[in-house]
Antibody, heavy 121, light 113 residues
């Protein structure tokens, strides 16, 4: 079955760290760029970060650059998001998403179910 | 960053009637390399992840009913649901993928009247 399964969401205090994981199955993981997209409670969608299929190129939203690091392990078919220096405004459901593959920037044809990150004191 | 603005924020449509959602980009998202508009539409039902409906502004994703259609070019785009069904109640988002970051509209909530 083609799917993405996120994990790692939790409650954390401001300034803390979390690592999110996204396990991919049912498709050639290494062929596709992957992204993280988040959704604050009751709000819209915000692209966070992307990584090329090889893992050699990464992109970040200005709001997370320098605090978040995206990576992937093709041997484990897993995408990661290391989040440091978390802020209250990072509270959101974090989705991993598979790029359709149109180029550097793409749309997303497969989404995980999301994992909730809550940053609060 | 390219700003995507959807209108209206919400709309209520009777079953079987047409629903129309607009999306405007702050600059053209028409790619000169392939003459395609880098715009996608997603549907997000309550408690679910987003689902891709339309890409290249008008190409329907596999498995999407043909009552969903996309149109427009340059900076102005439309998603039309030709005959609203109960299962279409959702929030709909447009997204440009012309340049990084791939920005989304704020969403349009579609309900049954």
């Amino acid at each position: 079955e083609v799917q993405l399964l996120e994990s790692g969401g939790d409650w954390v205090q401001p300034g803390g760290s979390l690592r999110l994981s996204c396990a991919a199955s049912g498709f050639m993981f290494s062929r596709y760029d992957m992204s993280w997209v988040r959704q604050a409670p009751g709000k819209g969608l915000e692209w966070v970060s992307a990584i090329s299929g090889s893992g050699g190129t990464t992109y970040y939203a200005d709001s997370v650059r320098g605090r978040f690091t995206i990576s992937r392990d093709t041997s484990r078919n897993t995408l990661y998001l290391q989040m440091n220096g978390l802020r209250v405004e990072d509270t959101a459901v974090y989705y991993c998403a598979k790029d359709v593959g149109f180029g550097v920037v793409s749309c997303f044809d497969l989404w995980g179910q999301g994992t909730l990150v809550t940053v609060s004191s | 960053d390219i700003v995507m603005t959807q209108s209206p924020d919400s709309l209520a449509v009777s079953l079987g009637e047409r629903a129309t959602i607009n999306c405007k980009s702050s600059q053209s998202i028409l790619s000169s390399s392939n003459n395609k508009n880098n715009l996608a539409w997603y549907q997000q039902k309550p408690g679910q992840s987003p689902k891709l409906l339309i890409y290249w502004a008008s190409a329907r994703e596999s498995g999407i009913p043909d009552r969903f259609s996309g149109s427009g070019s340059g900076t102005d785009f439309t998603l039309t649901i030709s005959s609203l069904q109960a299962e279409d109640v959702a929030v709909y988002y447009c997204q440009q993928y012309y340049t990084t970051p791939g920005t989304f509209g704020q969403g349009t909530k579609v309900e049954i009247k």
